[in-house]
């Protein structure tokens, strides 16, 4: 595996985007995002590949919600929040993605390509996805069973969570209409 070693913390977003400039330079076909706190299981790697192989799809998000398993669900709140986006995608874009928030993800060439030149900084997945469908990417979704955390302590919790999803919401939007009006 190749690593990349940041010389300072540029967040989730500069950290992803970083990778996905690594992997246009190095001529890949596909990048996998996997978060680093133990939730996702390298072994469904496989089927984030074979999904996008499958449904021709630009962008491939690993869903534990896509259909109901026996995994860590994350709290009430979180999956209150994980409701609105997809409720908010779905409205914007027509696109229904059951889990926007999941870090575990697949990209194809033209996802590369597109995230290379912008990916959001803060918390990036739903309004990732809302600037690919936006640009004309196709997002696919497969199902897997996602761990509880490992390590690390999730930024969203408590009423933060109630800005988070105020803060999100407004950068969909803004990256949804700012695509469009182009």
């Known amino acids: 595996i190749n690593v990349i070693d940041l010389p300072q913390n540029l967040g989730i977003g500069g950290a992803v985007q970083a990778g996905h400039k690594y992997a246009l330079k190095y001529g890949y076909d596909i990048d996998v995002q996997v978060d680093g706190d133990g939730q996702h ?19 491939v998000i690993g869903s534990r919600f ?5 995994g860590f669900q994350s709290t009430l709140m979180r999956r209150i929040g994980i409701m ?3 409720f908010f995608l779905k409205l914007l874009t027509g696109k229904t993605v059951t889990d926007p928030t ?6 194809g060439k033209k996802a590369i390509k597109l995230f290379s030149q912008h990916y959001p900084i803060d918390y990036p997945e739903p309004e990732s996805i809302a600037y690919a469908l936006s640009n004309g990417l196709s997002v696919g979704e497969v199902s897997v069973i996602m761990k509880e955390r490992q390590g ?8 933060s969570s109630v800005y988070y999803m105020i803060k999100v919401t407004l950068s969909v939007a803004i990256s949804w209409f700012s695509s469009h009006s182009k």
């Open 41 to 59: 299981d390298p072994a469904y790697i496989h089927d984030l590949i074979e999904e996008m192989e499958m449904s021709n799809s630009d962008l």
């Open 66 to 70: 896509k259909v109901k398993t026996d």
């Open 84 to 86: 609105w986006f997809t």
């Open 102 to 107: 999941s870090g575990f993800r697949a990209s």
């Open 152 to 159: 690390g302590v999730s930024s969203i919790g408590g009423f």
